[in-house]
Nanobody
Framework: QVQLVESGGGLVQAGGSLRLSCTAS????????MGWYRQTPGKQRELVAG???????NYADSVRGRFTISRDNAKNTVYLQMNSLKPEDTAVYYC??????????WGQGTQVTVSS
């Protein structure tokens, strides 16, 4: 069992920056995938950014060039640096970690609100 604890959400003005952190209770080195989704009321959860096996990264088109995902294996932590934030980035952001398609862990979610 892996527990994920997120931090770093909050309220920011449009154009501002936030950094989210997700710390796992165990090693993330062997995770097949790890990253961030987000969800707004009435919509499906969508992938924001993630690492796949081999440390390749994926980004949603809407955040590419503004958000950067990184990891510190020694700290079992994944980060999401969010720059040039827009009101449409407002959502609950969820960290995930996956050892495979049938073993996926989720954090509790952290609210990000971007005011115009």
């Amino acid at each position: 069992q892996v527990q994920l604890v997120e931090s770093g959400g909050g309220l920011v003005q449009a154009g501002g920056s936030l950094r989210l952190s997700c710390t796992a209770s165990g090693s993330i080195f062997s995770m097949a995938g790890m990253g961030w989704y987000r969800q707004t009321p009435g919509k499906q959860r969508e992938l924001v950014a993630g690492f796949t096996s081999g440390s390749r990264t994926n980004y949603a088109d809407s955040v590419r060039g503004r958000f950067t995902i990184s990891r510190d294996n020694a700290k079992n932590t994944v980060y999401l640096q969010m720059n040039s934030l827009k009101p449409e980035d407002t959502a609950v952001y969820y960290c995930y970690a996956a050892r495979g398609p049938r073993e996926v862990y989720w954090g509790q979610g952290t609210q990000v609100t971007v005011s115009s």
